[in-house]
T-cell receptor, first 116, second 116 residues
């Protein structure tokens, strides 16, 4: 069974540009969540989607947005990039239903974003 | 609000020895899950072990076991017979399910180095 797949793995952008990251969850998983990981801030929760609806959102500015498609694949977008957005962006998927046991999250390898 | 504290930023252990990583958390919830994730230099977060709060028995996965003390809100990870491949960042995480969705909170991590 394939794991969580994130693309692209590495990218470099310039300040002011925008970026879109993609995440394909484990087959059968309907929940996708996104995290930003930086050395100083650790793992910070961005948002979570389930069945194309955003269920949860972290404390990030509106420049960070996401969406989920009917096949559960998800994208996140960061507009007007700032130097501080340089980070590893991790996607995680889970079954997402109402049972605790179904909400163990499994991570992808991450997308390294460098803003110059 | 829930918090997760990992008080050991870095640890080292000799190969084949045993090491224990500490994690404490703060919550008023009664039903929740606790996790340990491992992030090796490759950066992919890997689930190590999971513990249901309603279970008194400590979870075990091969060389990895936990000491779950619910009253003390403590959840430590013991790694037996440490191997070089155990070198990684270890994150403790708390998960609760509420209002139709789930929420993960991660600690700041413990960097473990296994010495040959």
């Amino acid at each position: 069974k394939a794991g969580v797949t994130q693309t692209p793995r590495y990218l470099i952008k310039t300040r002011g540009q925008q970026v879109t990251l993609s995440c394909s969850p484990i087959s059968g998983h309907r929940s996708v969540s996104w995290y930003q990981q930086t050395p100083g801030q650790g793992l910070q929760f961005l948002f979570e989607y389930f069945s194309e609806t955003q269920r949860n959102k972290g404390n990030f500015p509106g420049r960070f947005s996401g969406r989920q498609f009917s096949n559960s694949r998800s994208e996140m977008n960061v507009s007007t990039l700032e130097l501080g957005d340089s980070a590893l962006y991790l996607c995680a998927s889970s079954l997402g239903g109402p049972r605790y046991s179904g909400n163990t999250i499994y991570f992808g390898e991450g997308s390294w974003l460098t803003v110059v | 609000a829930q918090t997760v504290t990992q008080s050991q930023p870095e640890m080292s252990v000799q190969e084949a020895e045993t090491v224990t990583l500490s994690c404490t958390y703060d919550t008023s919830e009664n039903n929740y899950y606790l996790f340990w994730y491992k992030q090796p230099p490759s950066r992919q977060m890997i689930l190590v072990i999971r513990q249901e709060a309603y279970k008194q028995q400590n979870a075990t996965e091969n060389r990895f076991s936990v000491n779950f003390q619910k009253a003390a809100k403590s959840f430590s990870l013991k790694i037996s017979d440490s191997q070089l491949g155990d070198t990684a960042m270890y994150f403790c995480a708390f998960m609760k399910y509420t209002s139709g969705t789930y929420k993960y909170i991660f600690g700041t991590g413990t960097r473990l180095k296994v010495l040959a």
